[in-house]
């Protein structure tokens, strides 16, 4: 379902854009993936809200644990951080704290 090119156009090709319009939103005439990837009817996945709380939960710990900067802060411009879905960038991660560093 997921590689069907009618619906997804380059299917195998990793395009995060195809999910936004032409002015960063999310497009809702794209078809969510989630359905098809935990699936339906009775043979829907049981686990499909803890694997997706469990992302959340993960996301947000390495957030809150360390500190995104940029690689070096004197060189480029400002518009290397972009809004919206995440693009290749050369950052920097520390830990905000002594207590963060344990993680590493």
């Keep these: 379902m997921l590689h069907d090119e009618a619906t997804y156009p380059e299917p195998f090709k990793f395009n995060p854009e195809r999910f ?15 359905h098809a990837v935990f699936g339906f009817g009775r043979r829907i996945c049981p ?3 803890m694997a997706a709380s469990t992302i959340w939960i ?13 690689l ?3 060189a480029g411009s400002d518009d290397m951080f972009h809004p919206g879905i995440l693009r290749c960038v050369h950052v920097t ?6 207590a963060s560093t344990i993680l590493l």
């Design 93 to 98: 991660v520390s830990p905000l704290n002594s």
């Design 72 to 74: 070096d802060s004197t």
């Design 20 to 34: 936004m319009t032409a002015d960063g939103q999310f497009n809702k005439n794209v078809k969510d993936p989630f």
């Design 47 to 49: 686990g499909r809200f």
């Design 58 to 70: 993960a996301v947000a710990s390495v957030i809150a644990a360390f500190d995104f900067g940029r």
